[in-house]
């Protein structure tokens, strides 16, 4: 996973633009934030990666997963349900990789870093 940019907006600073890259192709996909909710975005966040993923991708990750549990997929994710994932969940990806995607997300939530430091 790659981080690219983190972007604020001028007019309101509760919101952000993140990009991330899908995790099958490497497209660069922008979610947005506002009051540390992700409120919307160009693929799905799957959060037993954790992930982004783009539409066209979606099927063939879907193929490599077991199946249940499939893909977990959320909406509306915000650093506290991240840090109920981080303290509980048992992630596909490696843990590091995990406190750094839900970091992308949630740069200044303090969360993040104290699941980080509990596990």
């Known amino acids: 996973m790659k981080r690219n940019r983190l972007k604020s907006n001028k007019k ?6 993140v990009e ?10 922008k979610f947005r934030t506002k009051n540390e909710i992700v409120i919307g975005g160009e693929g799905v966040i799957a959060m037993n990666f954790p ?16 199946d249940p549990s499939g893909l977990i997929c959320i909406n509306n994710l915000n650093p ?3 840090r109920e994932f981080l303290l509980d969940f048992k992630f596909l990806l490696p843990y590091s990789e995990a406190v ?10 303090e969360l993040i870093d104290e699941a980080a430091t509990k596990r």
């Open 12 to 17: 309101d600073k509760t919101v952000r633009d």
């Open 20 to 29: 991330i890259t899908c995790v099958e192709c490497g497209k660069s996909l």
């Open 51 to 66: 992930c982004v993923i783009c539409h066209d991708c979606i099927n063939t990750v879907l193929d490599r997963v077991s």
């Open 80 to 82: 506290l349900i991240a």
């Open 100 to 109: 750094n995607f839900f970091a992308s997300l949630f740069p200044e939530s």
